[in-house]
Structure formats: structure tokens, C-alpha cells
């Protein structure tokens, strides 16, 4: 993008306007066959949803999602992205599938009514300790690892372990959209671009991702969102750097009151007398007597 500041593919507005268009689902479907590990037909018929989840009463928190669809046999998805590791995420993440999940059975159905309900996770952190960048969670007993029921699954994408991913091995599709999502500068992009092997609808998502720049006020709103992002990144990680020198602060001063405490001690077994001890330690005569 010929912008002097270069905006990132995962911005909200950005990421919805790649993969949110009623006009060109292509980059949609094929994001989703990568992740799903799903033939592309498979998601030849799929609709863009509202992706407000409406509370049952005043009382319920309401979720608004990223990217919500439907596909021809019902199954909905929710699409996911973090770029910061918020507390609670996988809580967060099962909240969201539980919601999903209850919201597509209306009050006069039965159970057996239910449909799949699939969230996927494109983070940009470690969330696991796994190596895969790509994981996938379903519902199975814990010793004959039999599946409870297939309603259940939630994908996780760590663009942060893209790196340690072998090409020749690994789903090469599902890393050429990882390497488009953690775009972090133009160089990157031209580099992207000057490959040959890229899948068409990958070109399509950079056609669309380069147009951005010809809409002033998308790439404006985009621009914003991403300096409020580096801005919340920038506070956590003063407020992470100040946290760790006063923790590191309070333990020297523990270590020093226990090593005083420790000198006190052996001066009473010495028989010194406590004001001697005071003195030499620092420590209260309170301190000294409940030693």
C-alpha cells in the first residue's frame, strides 16, 4: 500500500473487508477450506451473517463476533481475530461457541434440531505449547479418546509459530494465508507478491487488500484502529516492565528482611541481648522476641 504508514491485514476493518465481502466470498472460502481442512465446495453456498449475538435478557453479556457464517447443512462458523493475548481468551472463545450454539435452536424445537457451531482463533500470540501453529479441539473421552459429538470445534491459528512451519510437509495453502495475515511492512508484501505459486484467491485478498488505499476513509478508520492497537500494546508492556522492576524490587527487599531475620535468630541462640541484636540488624524488638 503507498501509504507512509503501512497497514496491517488483521485490523478489524481491513480483515472485514478481505473476507466479509458478499461480492467476492473466494478469499473467504478458501481461508476456511485451509483451516477446516475441507474441500473449497464445501463452502460454495455459505452466508454472511450478523454477527450480533442478542442477549435472552437484560441480565446477559452480549457478543459481538468478527466474521459469523452459515453454511448450506447449518453449520455456523464464527471467525476470530486477536492480535493481543486478553485474560481469559480460551474462556472467552468457549463463551462465544456456547452462544452461538444455543442461539440456532428456537424455542419450539427439539434438541436433536442442534447444528455445528465452529469457532477459529487467528491469534498473534502463544496460546499453547505445542508446536503447530494450527490446532484443532473437539469433545473426546479422555481415555478411549471416542468423540462425544461433532457440534463442538474450535481452531486456533498461532500466526506467532508461523515461522517454524516446513513448507514441504505442513498444509501449504492454510501457510501461504498465515504469511498474508502477518504482513508487517510493505517489504513483506512485495515479497509475497513476487512469488509465483500463490493460490487465486489469494491474489484476489491482495487485490482487494492493496484497494484499500484508494478508499480515504477505510484506510483512515484502519489507520486509527491500528494506532489504538500499538497504543494498548505499548501500555501493557510498560505496565509489564514496570511490574517485573517492582517485583524484582520487592524480592530483594524480602531477601534482605529474611537474611536479617536469619542474623537475628542466630544472635538469640548466642545469647545476645535484643538491643544488641536491634542494632545490629535493624530489625523491631517485636520482630526480634517472635523469632
Same mark, same amino acid.
Given at each position: ?39 473449497? /465446495? ?37 471467525? /476470530? ?60 473421552? $479422555? ?18 509459530? !508461523?515461522?517454524?512451519?516446513?513448507? $514441504?510437509?505442513?498444509?501449504?495453502? !492454510? ?18 507478491? %513476487?512469488?509465483? %505459486? ?41 505496565? $509489564? ?39 545490629? $540488624? ?10
Amino acid at each position: 500500500m503507498s501509504k507512509d504508514v503501512f497497514i496491517a491485514p488483521h485490523i478489524d476493518v481491513v480483515f472485514k473487508s478481505i473476507f466479509g465481502n458478499e461480492k467476492e466470498k473466494g478469499p473467504l472460502m478458501s481461508l476456511l477450506s485451509s483451516i477446516m481442512e475441507l474441500p473449497l /465446495e464445501s463452502f460454495e453456498e455459505l452466508e454472511l451473517l450478523n454477527t450480533e449475538l442478542i442477549p435472552e435478557n437484560v441480565e446477559q453479556k452480549s457478543s459481538r463476533l468478527d466474521l459469523r457464517i452459515r453454511l448450506k447443512d447449518k453449520t455456523e462458523i464464527d471467525v /476470530e481475530i486477536q492480535v493481543i493475548n486478553q485474560v481469559a481468551y480460551k474462556e472467552r472463545i468457549l463463551y462465544y461457541w456456547a452462544k452461538l450454539y444455543s442461539g440456532n435452536l428456537k424455542k419450539s424445537e427439539t434438541y436433536d434440531k442442534l447444528k455445528k457451531c465452529v469457532v477459529i482463533n487467528i491469534v498473534y500470540f502463544e496460546l499453547f505449547k505445542m508446536t503447530r501453529m494450527h490446532t484443532k479441539f473437539q469433545l473426546f473421552e $479422555t481415555k478411549e479418546n471416542e468423540l462425544l459429538t461433532d457440534h463442538l470445534e474450535i481452531h486456533f491459528l498461532e500466526l506467532s509459530k !508461523l515461522n517454524a512451519y516446513n513448507r $514441504t510437509i505442513e498444509n501449504e495453502v !492454510l501457510i501461504d494465508w498465515a504469511e498474508f495475515l502477518s504482513l508487517k511492512k510493505e517489504g513483506d508484501l512485495m515479497a509475497l507478491k %513476487d512469488r509465483t %505459486d500463490l493460490p487465486e484467491h489469494l491474489l484476489k485478498a491482495i487485490e482487494k487488500y492493496e484497494s484499500i488505499k484508494d478508499d480515504p476513509d477505510l484506510y483512515y478508520e484502519a489507520l486509527n484502529l491500528q494506532m489504538g492497537i500499538m497504543d494498548q500494546i505499548q501500555r501493557l508492556d510498560d505496565a $509489564t516492565n514496570l511490574g517485573l522492576k517492582m517485583g524484582m524490587e520487592q524480592g530483594i527487599k524480602e531477601g534482605r528482611e529474611d537474611a536479617q531475620k536469619q542474623i537475628a535468630k542466630n544472635l538469640k541462640n548466642l545469647g545476645i541481648d535484643y538491643k544488641t541484636i536491634q542494632e545490629a $540488624t535493624g530489625l523491631d524488638l517485636e520482630t526480634i522476641e517472635k523469632l
